[in-house]
């Protein structure tokens, strides 16, 4: 079992910025990916991007290519999103994910992110 903690969600304007964290623990060893969702009131859950945990690639939606950055720490087990002007859109309770087989197995709770206009 994988263990996903998200923190670092908030209030921010317009035009601001936000990082998100996600704390992993229990069997880490077998994490081979982790990424980032959202869902916003009354949509379905997208893919925001997602990182090979040993290589460190990343990958994200073109919603937020170019401001969005997903990094790891491997050493902390900690994934984070940094994510720069924000606009209402990205308005949404983000939530992590971690892969140790080909589909995303284990859920953190979710934090929310608001962008006041």
């Known amino acids: 079992q994988v263990q996903l903690v998200e923190s670092g969600g908030g209030l921010v304007q317009d035009g601001g910025s936000l990082t998100l964290s996600c704390a992993a623990s229990g069997r880490t060893f077998s994490i081979n990916a982790m990424g980032w969702f959202r869902q916003a009131p009354g949509k379905e859950r997208e893919f925001v991007g997602s990182?090979?945990?040993?290589?460190?690639?990343?990958y994200y939606s073109d919603s937020v290519k170019g401001r969005f950055t997903i990094s790891r720490d491997k050493a902390k087990n900690t994934m984070y999103l940094q994510m720069n002007s924000l606009n209402p859109e990205d308005t949404a309770v983000f939530y992590c994910a971690a892969k140790i087989t080909s589909d995303y197995n284990f859920w953190g709770q979710g934090t929310q992110v608001t962008v006041s206009s």
């Open positions: 990182i090979t945990w040993n290589a460190g690639s990343t």
